[in-house]
């Protein structure tokens, strides 16, 4: 065992931890040690096991992760420090649009990290430029807002709308300052966007959260045009297809009277994207199918092909009621991410990209349909574009790890009972044959769901 790894692995510190742990830097300097090689050493000697319980020991319990350590990957695969290999159908949870080691996406980040990584938003720089004009050029938007995840693209949105509200209705002692979420929607974890999030689970613990949000019903026309009718609202937060929730897309009139009542009120509507957007769909974005355009859309999750970004994207009337110093982040939009940012938006928006995602997501929900749709327990096949769901009549976590161990790599969503498929973009439709038959033989560990 190496010096630093019985520093990091010793249970039982006779001294204070940081005490020690500063200690023990310096004593492994002065022996010519290199830090990061030792660390790296001690990584690669554990086994899975080792890792996870060491992992146990010093992580906050925010996650549960499934028994898996992870080593690397390439195009859509990934690899555990064992050696076995995994197709990947998750994308880090719909993240990595160009699949792992994309090497426009590496000479990008190596590029700029070797000029500029992070100087805050307190100057100029001409990755972000560059950026910014991108998600301009190619959307309904005129400004853009960068921030570090989707919920904070979320909680900026918020923000924006409320400022939006204040700034129309001068004077006024009591302007439109309510919000409307749907079922089984996902805005984020933050108290802002936590509050937008229908599933009470996730807001329960952390109450009282931001007040003046109301859950209506995923694609009731009349419930929602009569709230927004109230002009009590300033804002309306929806998913044009819902990820998180269960991949269930809306109708093209449930979108059109959300525009319309929101016009006549005048509230904004915001299509949070941050799962469905970027090409997901087989658009570029999931709303230009519905030929329906909000004020403000949220992005994230693959925008830098696994780099943390989120973006805030907003017309002219909505920025106009943004001043200095009304929001700010001191990493979003750092030089290395949007650099990074640009090699994928670059290679997502192309034509002959987008339609290729469109046609292997219709092999692909096809295939399912025809070697899964018999199974009793299979409910519905859905989606569009790379974002499909398998609806099934009993919880999905049996066949989960079925497939975990049968060498593929899946996702839950809904309740719990929807399969989530969310591959990288590029994936080839051999790679799918092989996921769908996976699928297939895993399917009869559903039936011991039911006899338990």
Not at 203 to 217: A, D, K, N, Q, Y
Not at 233 to 256: C, D, K, M, N
Not at 315 to 327: K, L, M, P, Q
């Amino acid at each position: 065992m190496s010096y630093l790894s019985s520093i990091f692995l010793n249970n039982t510190l006779s001294s204070p931890p940081s005490t020690h742990l500063h200690r023990s830097f310096n004593n492994a300097r002065s022996n010519g040690i290199r830090i990061t090689s030792c660390l790296n050493m001690e990584v690669q000697a554990l086994d899975s096991t080792s890792v996870m319980e060491e992992s146990n020991k010093v992580f906050v319990g925010t996650y549960a992760r499934a028994p898996l350590v992870l080593s690397s990957g390439k195009g859509c695969k990934l690899y555990d420090i064992e050696g076995r290999e995994y197709l990947d159908l998750t994308s880090g949870i719909a993240v990595n649009a160009l699949g792992h080691g994309d090497p426009d996406w590496i000479k990008a980040v190596t590029q700029q990290a070797h000029i500029l990584t992070h100087v805050s938003n307190l100057y100029y720089t001409l990755p972000q430029l560059e950026l910014a004009k991108c998600l301009v050029a190619s959307s309904f938007a005129d400004r853009v807002f960068f921030s570090n995840s989707g919920t904070e693209a979320n909680e900026a949105a918020i923000k924006f709308a409320r400022k939006f509200q204040i700034f129309s209705h001068p004077g006024e002692k009591q302007p439109p300052v309510e919000f409307i979420a749907f079922s089984n929607c996902f805005h984020g974890r933050t108290m802002g966007a936590v509050a937008l999030t229908s599933k009470e689970h996730y807001r329960s613990p952390f109450e009282p959260v931001m007040p003046g949000v109301t859950f209506l019903e995923y694609g009731n026309i009349q419930a929602a045009k009569e709230l927004i009718e109230s002009d009590k609202i300033a804002a309306v937060f929806v998913e044009p297809i819902q990820g998180e929730g269960g991949i269930y897309s809306a109708t093209q009139e449930f979108l059109q009277a959300l525009r319309t009542a929101c016009d006549s009120a005048g509230s904004l509507l915001v299509f949070d994207e941050v799962q469905c957007g970027l090409g997901r769909t087989g658009h570029l974005w999931a709303h230009e199918a519905y030929g329906i355009y909000p004020d403000i859309m949220t992005l994230a999750k693959p925008l830098a092909g696994g780099l943390p970004i989120g973006a805030v994207l907003v017309t002219e009337r909505v920025a106009a009621a943004i001043n200095y110093g009304d929001h700010g982040s001191t990493f979003a939009g750092g030089p290395l991410v949007c650099n990074a940012a640009v090699a994928v938006l670059d290679k997502i928006s192309g034509p002959g990209f987008l339609a290729s995602v469109t046609k292997k997501g219709q092999y692909f929900k096809e295939m399912l349909v025809k070697k899964l749709g018999g199974n009793s327990h299979v409910r519905e096949v859905r989606g569009v574009g790379l974002i499909i769901g398998v609806d099934l009549d009993v919880p999905a976590s049996l066949l989960v790890e079925a497939c975990q161990q049968s060498g593929l790599l899946v996702l839950t969503a809904g309740k719990g009972n929807v399969v989530r498929l969310v591959p990288p973009l590029t994936i080839t439709e051999q790679e799918l044959d092989h996921a769908a038959e996976i699928l297939f033989n895993c399917l009869p560990i559903l039936d011991k769901t039911v006899k338990n």
